[in-house]
Structure formats: C-alpha cells, structure tokens
C-alpha cells in the first residue's frame, strides 16, 4: 500500500490481521481515496499557476504560486478526510470515547508482579475479543457539535472547489478573455476618458476617468514583457470579465467541480467498505489497545513506586521522631 502508507499513515501490521481478499480489496479502497487525493491537490497546483502567471506574468513566481496553493490544498484536503474517517462499529466507538469503562475491569488489581508480556497477553486477548464484534452503528443523533463540524468540512471543500474551478475557467477561455481585453485596450471611449485624466493632472475627481485610467493600465504592458496566459494585470478584472462573458456556464462548471471535490468525502462517510469497513475496525482497535497497554504497565509503575516508598522510606528521620 504505497499511496495508503504515506498519506493515511496505514501500518501492515494492521492488514495482517485482516483476511487476505479483504486487505487486498481495503488496501486497493485507500489506494484510489489517496489518489483522489494527489489529483485534487494537482488541480490546486495547476490553479495556482494560472494565478501565478495572472498577478505576476513570471514563470517562476507562478511556479513558486502553484507549489504554495497545491501544498495548502493536499494538507486541507488530507485534514477533512481525517475529520471524516471515524469508525462505524458500535462498541468501538462508544470504547475509544471512553477508554475508562474499560480501565475499570483492571482497577484494584495487584499489579506489581505483572510482567511485559503479560500484559501483551492481556492487550492481545482483548484485541481477539475485540475483532469479533459485528455490530455496526445506527445514524448518529443529531446533535449540533456534529452539525457544525460537517458544515465545516463541506464549506472548506467546496471553497477550494471555487478557486480551483475559478482558475480552470481562466485558462478554458484565455482565448475569448484576450480577445475582450484587446478590446477594452483599444476602446475609444475608454482611451478618451484616461487622456483627460492625465492632462488634468489627477488634480480633479472624476471617478468614471479614473476608472477609465485604471482599466487601461490594467490590460497594457507595452513596458515589460510579454503577457504569459491572460492580457490582464489584474484578477479581479479578469473575474469579472469571465463572469459577464460566460454567464450560467461558469455556475454549471463552479458546480462540478463542487461534486468533484466533494466525491470523497461523501465516499468516507456513506460507503461500507471505509467507514464501515474492516481496516479502520483495525486502526480502533489498535488505538484502544495501545491506550490499555500504557494505562496496564503504568499502573504497574505506580504500584510499584508506592510499594518502595511505604516499605523503605523511613518516616521517622523525615519527621525528626526517634
């Protein structure tokens, strides 16, 4: 499991204890999620590129721009999938929320005497017991904690969604956004109305003139070098071109990245075989045993600490009594 090790953290450890045919179809499952993954993260790096090369028309800052927006997007991506991966097995579930109840079978035991591999022993047969179980949670009661973390996770993706499609958008109709800038570049009524505002100095307010001036330095660049993507200093400006040229067609596109980049998460919480499936049975199992053998050989060290201390501390000399 190469994409499933370096992104969930997935140890073979825990496919071993699973059936072959079933670790063969959870490691393909976590395969495909991760690579969902690195192709979202890949369309963020293709998104900032193109904003790159909109702000900055230089190759290297737009590549610098591109790695920054794609590593933001993988970690963000990678957190909301973990936020989402939470088991669907009753007991295990209700145990990992409170490991107490299960502490409390060991309480008031003499520890003292027990050895490493005894508790070994004591982890692997509650891991035994634990595999056992089948029962698989209901819908969770609604309970607003759980409301607001979902919303969270959702408004997050479909942001990303929106600057990734935003960018894609561009670069689709960098053809049809030039042809409208060389436009605007050669308006007349545009051209007219920034003369006047030079010759005056910039003396006297007139926000249609300044508009007018401003709109023209955007969109020329007979000063530097050659526009790289968009004939365009600005993004704003380019947005709102885009905008009023395609129209509903940039909703229906915002929109299918939107499902695009939702796909996972609602595969994470709905499908049986990852929320309900067998690997992340294992990784709760092992979370909750990992506890029980800290909390055992602790317990044991406690034990142990107070024993010496009340059978070979010497009271007497600390209190001065004789």
């Known amino acids: 499991m190469i994409i499933g090790t370096y992104i969930f953290g997935i140890r073979k450890e825990l496919l071993n204890h699973l059936p072959e045919e ?3 179809r ?12 690195i192709v979202l993260a890949l369309l963020g790096t293709a998104s900032g590129l193109i904003f790159g090369l909109v702000l900055f028309n230089h190759w290297g800052l737009a590549i610098a721009c591109g790695i920054f927006l794609g590593g933001v997007c993988f970690l963000l991506l990678q957190l909301l999938l973990f936020l989402s991966l939470q088991t669907r097995y009753r007991n295990l579930k209700e145990q990992l929320s409170d490991m107490e109840s299960l502490y409390n ?3 008031g035991l003499n520890m003292t005497t027990l050895s490493d591999e005894e508790a070994l022993e004591i982890v692997s047969n509650y891991r035994l017991t634990a595999s056992a179980f089948h029962i698989k949670t209901e819908p969770n009661p609604f309970h607003l904690s759980q409301l607001l973390i979902s919303a969270s996770i959702v408004s997050l993706a479909l942001l990303l969604s929106f600057i990734v499609a935003s960018a894609i958008e561009i670069w689709m109709f960098r053809h049809s956004l030039n042809e409208k800038f060389q436009e605007i570049k050669h308006s007349t009524e545009l051209n007219h109305l920034a003369k006047d505002y030079q010759q005056q100095g910039n003396t006297t307010f007139n926000e249609q003139k300044m508009e007018a001036y401003w709109t023209l330095k955007m969109v020329d660049n007979s000063t530097g070098e050659a526009f790289k993507l968009i004939h365009c200093h600005s993004l704003l400006m380019t947005f709102d071109v885009l905008m009023a040229g395609i129209g509903n067609t940039k909703v ?4 299918l990245f939107a499902c695009v980049f939702l796909i996972p998460y609602i595969l994470v919480k709905k499908s049986d075989e990852i929320s309900g499936g067998e690997l992340l049975k294992q990784v709760t199992i092992d979370a909750i045993s990992t506890s029980l053998l800290m909390h055992l050989l602790s317990t044991r060290e406690i ?4 024993h010496n201390i009340e059978t070979e501390y010497n009271y007497s000399e600390t209190l001065g009594l004789k």
């Open 22 to 24: 079933v670790a063969r």
């Open 26 to 37: 959870q490691t393909f499952i976590f395969n495909m999620l991760g690579l969902m993954l």
């Open 105 to 107: 079978d060991y309480k």
């Open 252 to 255: 229906l596109i915002d929109l």
């Open 303 to 306: 034990q142990r600490v107070k």
